[in-house]
């Protein structure tokens, strides 16, 4: 990266000033032991086209994860006759994300359907022959299953760039941005929502008299007043991979 150029697979040679690397997510997959038929996992329009005949009434349906997506995938296949319960190591579904209030009403929520919940618990294992037919909790309880959903998070498709020290453009757990080095080039990469990110602080309110132009400017008077600007790094979503 010290040359700050990128060669293209034709040895083509381009020149950067900086550089974003945008090359997109893929689900995470749990290492279990036992079989992979039965298995499936959740981003794109090919993966719900591979799931959704599967998701028959009467199947039994463990979705690991408790997540945004874990929900909408239970949620689904409670609707259409399945047995669903759902594996979450935090107290409660997405505690992590919203809170264990708000996570312990979308679990009564969901549960008032007919989901169950295993919450606090971790699979460690899947069993079966060819196929599933079961998940192995860390308290060795096992849940049989014709179905099993991984939602477990997303990883960043970062493998190409061992060795060329680039960074991840994420913040750190105190909300201050990566170190840099001096003479690096500016060369991130973009996990977008691979990595927590801690949410921003609310902006300050402006002081009483000044007023927003409209223009997307930040007035003079009120200091720390988020701008609007195209220019502004806060809107740019050129880094985002969706």
């Not at 500016?186 to 132009?213: L, M």
Request: hydrophobic share 35%.
């Amino acid at each position: 990266m010290d040359s700050r150029t990128v060669t293209l697979a034709d040895e083509t040679v381009l020149d950067y000033g900086g550089l974003v690397i945008a090359t997109g997510l893929r689900p995470r997959r749990l290492r279990l032991s036992g079989p992979t038929v039965g298995r499936s996992a959740l981003r794109t329009l090919d993966d719900a086209y591979a799931l959704a005949p599967r998701l028959r009434a009467g199947a039994r349906v463990v979705v690991i994860g408790g997540g945004f997506i874990g929900c909408e995938i239970a949620a689904t296949a409670i609707g259409l006759g399945c047995a669903v319960t759902v594996v979450e190591p935090a107290p409660a579904p997405l505690a992590t994300a919203l809170g264990p209030e708000v996570g312990a009403a979308v679990q009564a929520f969901h549960e008032r359907r007919g989901i169950t919940f295993c919450t606090e618990r971790k699979v460690v294992a899947l069993t079966g022959d060819e196929a599933v037919s079961g998940v192995v909790l860390d308290d060795d309880s096992v849940l049989e299953a014709d179905v099993v959903v991984e939602a477990v998070g997303s990883e960043p498709n970062v493998e190409w760039l061992a060795g060329n020290e680039t960074t991840s453009h994420a913040v750190s757990s105190t909300g201050a941005p990566p170190p840099t080095r001096p003479n690096r080039p500016p060369a991130r990469w973009s996990p977008s929502c691979a990595e927590h990110r801690p949410p921003a602080p609310a902006p300050p309110c402006p002081p009483s008299g000044a007023t927003n132009t409209g223009s997307g400017s930040r007035d003079s008077a009120s200091p720390g007043w988020p701008t609007t600007s195209a220019s502004s790094p806060a809107t740019s979503t050129a880094s985002r991979t969706g």
